[in-house]
């Protein structure tokens, strides 16, 4: 089996039925990864206060900003976050300081995809901007991804690219709460995760097929991330 470092920006959830340090693992199959940069973006109607938390299969390595609660549980890892969300998707937390995004980094198991493109270095960027506009995320969200991860598409004269996000979406999981603790369930929740690795350009692979582009209403976050075989 093959480690790998997975590379996750988060909270983009275009539920896609949306990052690279190599060991030794089996190439196919269910692997530990590292998940790398996911950013999450929370979009609520009208400001209010949250408690944002992530549950991770996994242990957390890096985020910022810092939890006010973190903890190991049966399963991994659970952070939590305590911000006042505007509309725009400005994040502020107690000490006035704001946020564009909660970002999160650390280790868990995921299935090696099969389906996706092989992408040549020059149609990186074009590639990126067709696909992660069908996936549902903003231009904003999109420039974000892009200034990431093109550099490491084109680190490959070749590179597979697969948004399957089925196998991340059981690992990592996010719930809101208002300032009373009562849930809030997000109207619209699109999650982006790619993973790449190096390709050949006579490489076949089976092209993925995306749903209807989401529509974004009422109370909206996202995520994106990914990895890098």
């Known amino acids: 089996m093959k480690k790998i470092l997975i590379i996750a920006s988060c909270l983009v959830v275009a539920s896609l039925s949306f990052l690279a340090a190599c060991d030794t693992h089996e190439k196919k199959g269910n692997h530990e990864v590292l998940d790398e940069k996911p950013v999450v ?16 299969k996994g242990t ?15 399963e991994g890892t659970r952070a939590s976050w305590t911000i006042s969300a505007a509309p725009d998707g400005t994040l502020t937390d107690a000490s006035g300081r704001s946020y564009p995004y909660v970002f999160w980094e650390g280790p868990v198991r995921q299935d090696t995809p099969e389906r996706g493109f092989i992408v040549a270095r020059e149609d990186a960027v074009p590639f990126l901007e067709e696909k992660l506009g069908q996936l549902g995320l903003s231009d904003k969200e999109a420039a974000d991804f892009i200034t990431y ?26 719930s809101f709460a208002d300032e009373a603790g009562a849930p809030v369930e997000p109207d619209t929740f699109i999650r982006v995760f790619m993973t790449i690795r190096a390709a050949d350009a ?11 582009t989401p529509t974004r209403s009422g109370f909206t976050v996202v995520e994106w991330g990914g990895a890098v075989q």
């Open 41 to 56: 973006y929370v979009y609520p109607e009208e400001e209010q206060g949250l408690t944002m938390t992530i549950d991770v």
């Open 60 to 74: 957390l390595d890096m985020v910022y900003p810092a939890p006010e609660r973190q903890v190991q549980t049966e």
């Open 149 to 174: 991860w093109a550099p490491r598409i084109r680190a490959n004269d070749y590179t597979f690219v697969s948004f399957d996000a089925s196998s991340y979406a059981q690992q990592v999981t996010y």
């Open 202 to 212: 006579n490489e076949e692979v089976t092209p993925q097929v995306f749903g209807p």
